[in-house]
């Protein structure tokens, strides 16, 4: 179902006006309400007058995470706090946590965000969709509650974690749409496995929507024949509301973005201009209809692309390919750059290996060392290494021949790898500390 017709499928050219009317009354908000944002103008010489239409966009100037941390906790805020209803924060592995600011606008706005991803499994009344994100200053679980809300949609707000229960509940209530990150999504699959009270066909699960970290075709295979649903992927960071910045449609071929209320660009992360449409570079987006905490130009450090070309399923809105990773979870190992998404995508190619794993990269005698911990499915698990070593060959070749990287792979037992309930940690990098 497509939840909001009239901006789903509207004309580019109309929204392209519509973007235009937004982003200019967004820069003068901005402008007139944000010492930042006019300091910055300023120096690069616009004015909000300079903004008549989308197409001045570039003029603006870019916002890092680096500035929010600057302006920490408020500094961003162009409205009054006496009109604002919420505040979330994202947890940052370092420093202060990225804060966003939501008005009553704001928060209709996001929820409209999310409807129209979960929408896309005709998700309505009667439906119980259970939040398995955590709640709380995350974005995830009340993100997604008041999206479920939004269409009538009964709000089962398990949050994360104590996943005994989760699948109890999930069984005994008879919850038909599952939100929550993909490896916790795994994760309770795998307790679905090995319970003896709950029953995978005693479910009414029918579709799940994961997002908050990246992930893969072989992952949502694994989801959509574990779990018997469709896998949906969705997409948004905490400094444009959080998740519903965009989602898939039934069509799976990539994510639809909201441009109504986020303008993208793709820009080349070293010379921050634009790329070629279709190309990889980093994502930035201007909101367009915030009003607490409005943001020009955010660098989301996220790599994809957008695609441009019409979807199948009616929407005009434009796609955007699968999330890379973040600039910054990059690794470079020996000069190769590698993103942990790639290894997931070798792993799950291979049936006899779970989607788990863990990477340990070091440094040994000035040398980078990177390490690779999968686990074997039960049926092929032994604990004798010489029964290892069939599996571990052609796992070897294929990420040499894919990724570039020679990896020592270690063979755990089912279950040996950590699993988490939020945003799943694949990477220890041990130089950081050398
Ligand atoms: O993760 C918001 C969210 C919650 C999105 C629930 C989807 C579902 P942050 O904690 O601020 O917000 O982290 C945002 O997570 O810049 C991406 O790097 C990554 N991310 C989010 N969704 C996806 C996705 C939430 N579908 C950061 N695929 C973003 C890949 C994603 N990466």
């Not at 908000?29 to 690069?44: A, G, H, I, Q, S």
């Not at 009340?142 to 229960?165: I, M």
């Amino acid at each position: 179902m497509i939840h909001n017709p009239a901006i789903e499928c509207m004309s580019r050219e109309d929204m392209r006006k519509l973007q235009s009317e937004r982003l200019v009354k967004t820069v003068k908000t901005c402008y007139d309400n944000v010492p930042f944002y006019r300091r910055k103008m300023d120096e690069l010489g616009v004015k909000p007058e300079d903004i008549k239409s989308i197409d001045d966009i570039h003029m603006l100037p870019f916002t890092t995470k680096h500035d929010l941390r600057d302006e920490y906790p408020f500094g961003l805020q162009a409205a009054p706090m006496s009109e604002v209803r919420r505040i979330h924060a994202s947890s940052g592995t370092t420093g202060k946590p990225v804060v966003d600011t939501y008005t009553d606008n704001d928060l209709d706005n996001w929820a409209e965000g999310v409807a129209r991803v979960l929408a896309v499994a005709d998700t309505g009344k009667g439906d119980i969709v259970q939040v398995s994100y955590g709640y709380g200053l995350f974005t995830g679980g009340l993100g997604a509650h008041d999206g479920a809300a939004k269409l009538g949609a009964v709000q089962l707000p398990t949050s994360a974690g104590n996943s005994e229960k989760q699948i109890m509940l999930m069984q005994d209530f008879g919850s038909s749409i599952l939100c929550c990150t993909p490896s916790y999504a795994l994760h309770l699959a795998e307790v679905i496995e090995a319970s003896d009270k709950v029953h995978l066909q005693n479910l009414k699960l029918r579709a799940g929507f994961f997002g908050a970290e990246p992930w893969t075709e072989g992952m949502r295979r694994e989801l959509e024949t574990k779990l018997h649903i469709k896998a949906y992927d969705i997409y948004g960071l905490t400094e444009m509301s959080g998740p519903g910045v965009g989602g898939e449609c039934e069509y799976q071929d990539g994510t639809h973005l909201w441009e109504d209320m986020f303008y993208p660009e793709i820009i080349n992360p070293d010379t921050l201009e634009p790329c070629a449409p279709g190309e990889f570079g980093e994502l930035v987006f201007t909101s367009l209809c915030k009003e607490a905490m409005p943001i020009l130009r955010y660098r989301t450090r996220d790599l994809t692309r957008l695609i441009y070309e019409p979807c199948k399923c009616g929407r005009t809105a434009v796609r955007m390919d699968r999330i890379l990773g973040r600039s910054d979870d990059m690794l470079i190992v020996r000069g190769v750059n590698v993103f942990p998404s790639q290894i997931e995508t070798v792993l799950t190619e291979f049936p006899v290996f779970t989607p788990q794993y863990f990477i340990t990269v070091d440094r040994k005698n000035n040398e980078d060392s990177f390490d690779l911990d999968v686990e074997l499915r039960s049926e092929y698990f032994s604990p004798n290494p010489s029964k290892q070593m069939p599996y571990i060959k052609p796992l070897y070749d294929r990420i040499v021949s894919l990724v570039g990287i020679k990896p020592n792979i270690h063979i755990k037992e089912p279950g040996a790898i950590t699993r988490s309930i939020g945003k799943a940690k694949h990477v220890e990098d041990k130089r950081k500390f050398k």
